[in-house]
Nanobody, 125 residues
C-alpha cells in the first residue's frame, strides 16, 4: 500500500491550491481516504474524508466551505481543492487510507491504516 501526496507549495493568502493523493497497492473499493494536516508544534488535525462506497464527504469546521475533497476512482487519486487559503492553513498535509470500510472512520488518526509522506503547504500573508 502506498499513498503519495503532491501539489503543495507556497501561495499568498486568498489563493488556491489543489493537492493530490495517488494510491496504489489496493483496490479503490470500500475504502475511505482522509486528509489531515500538521502545523509546527501542533497535533495532526483531521480535515476531510471521502468514502468510495457512497461518495459521502465530510469536513472539519476549520476548512468547511473553503476546501473540497473529490476522487477519481479510475486514477485511484483523491484531490483536495483548497480555496481562500489563510496563513493558518500553513502545515504539512497528509492523506491517509482506511481499508475495508463502508463509511469514513472517526476523524482521528487511529481510524486510518496507511499514510502518505506529506506535502508542505505554506500560505503567506
Amino acid at each position: 500500500v502506498q499513498l503519495v501526496e503532491s501539489g503543495g507549495g507556497l501561495v499568498q493568502a486568498g489563493e488556491s491550491l489543489r493537492l493530490s493523493c495517488a494510491a496504489s497497492g489496493f483496490t479503490f473499493d470500500d475504502v475511505a481516504i482522509g486528509w489531515f494536516r500538521q502545523a509546527p508544534g501542533k497535533e495532526r488535525e483531521w480535515i476531510s474524508c471521502i468514502s468510495s462506497t457512497d461518495g459521502i464527504t465530510t469536513y472539519g469546521d476549520s476548512v468547511k466551505d473553503r476546501f473540497t475533497i473529490s476522487s477519481d476512482a479510475a486514477k485511484k487519486t483523491v484531490y483536495l481543492q483548497m480555496n481562500s487559503l489563510k496563513p493558518e492553513d500553513t502545515a504539512i498535509y497528509f492523506c491517509a487510507a482506511a481499508l475495508a470500510v463502508l463509511n469514513c472512520p472517526r476523524p482521528t488518526m487511529s481510524g486510518y491504516d496507511h499514510w502518505g509522506q506529506g506535502t508542505q503547504v505554506t500560505v503567506s500573508s
